[in-house]
Structures are given as structure tokens and as C-alpha cells.
């Protein structure tokens, strides 16, 4: 797994993990921005009638930059919308200020979240015959 991805470190949080407030405020931000992308029709054509997961946000210990991890059930394809996630960014931290009782919301940074896909990867590997025959030893 990579240092991106959602099982790697996030510059900024201590070695004792993030503290309440961040993941407190994570969860919110992660909550209404899945049903942002459950609701709403963007106008943008790279994301018309694209289903969008949003599988973990993770938050600055200032509160100013989140990191969101997106992801496409089924498809593999999700990296290729993110320079359409970048551009539809100020309409979604419009709606979150709505949402959220923040004093300021932070910058959105997306991230592809591969952990899926590697969990298939392995699961795949732990399928083959060769793979299989060593484990039963």
C-alpha cells in the first residue's frame, strides 16, 4: 500500500494518530460530501452520471486541508476525475459552509482510494493454485 493511499501516514498527524476533533470533523466533511456526490447533477461533463464514493477524509490537525478519498465502485477509473473533482471544488466548499458549523472550510485535496483494489489484488493472488497448494502445507 502506498504512503497516499488510506492505510499510509497523512503528513501532519502525530505518531498518536489524529486527534478527536480532527476525526470528528473528518466524518462530517466525508458525510455531506457523499451525499453531495449522491445528489447532486454537476455540470461539469467529465462527471455527468458519475457515481462518486467518498471512502474516508482525512483532516489537518489545523483544520484547514482535507484529504478526500474517492472512489468508483466497480471501476478502476477514478484517478482519471480528479482534475474534474479539481474543478468543481469551490461549488463543494460552497455547500459544505452550508453544512458544516465551521469558521472556515478547508481546501479539498482528492485522492483515488486504492485500497479495493489492492484487497482484490491479494485476494486474486491468494486464489491461484500455486498459491493455494503452498498454504494448505
Do not use: C, W
Not at 112 to 133: I, K
Amino acid at each position: 500500500m502506498s504512503e497516499s493511499g488510506p492505510a499510509g501516514k497523512l503528513a501532519g498527524h502525530s505518531a498518536s494518530g489524529p486527534s478527536q476533533r480532527q476525526l470528528r470533523v473528518a466524518e462530517e466533511v466525508r458525510r455531506v460530501l457523499a451525499e453531495i456526490f449522491a445528489r447532486t447533477e454537476f455540470r461539469d461533463p467529465d462527471l455527468a452520471d458519475v457515481r462518486i464514493t467518498v471512502t474516508e477524509v482525512r483532516i489537518s490537525p489545523d483544520l484547514k486541508h482535507a484529504t478526500v478519498f474517492v472512489a468508483r465502485l466497480g471501476r478502476s477509473d477514478v484517478a482519471e476525475l480528479l482534475p474534474a473533482l479539481k474543478r468543481v471544488t469551490p461549488f463543494l466548499r460552497t455547500r459544505l459552509s452550508h453544512a458544516l458549523r465551521l469558521r472556515g472550510v478547508p481546501d479539498l485535496h482528492f485522492q483515488p482510494d486504492t485500497a479495493l483494489d489492492y484487497a482484490m489484488e491479494v485476494d486474486n493472488m491468494l486464489r491461484q493454485p500455486e498459491v493455494r497448494r503452498d498454504l494448505e502445507d
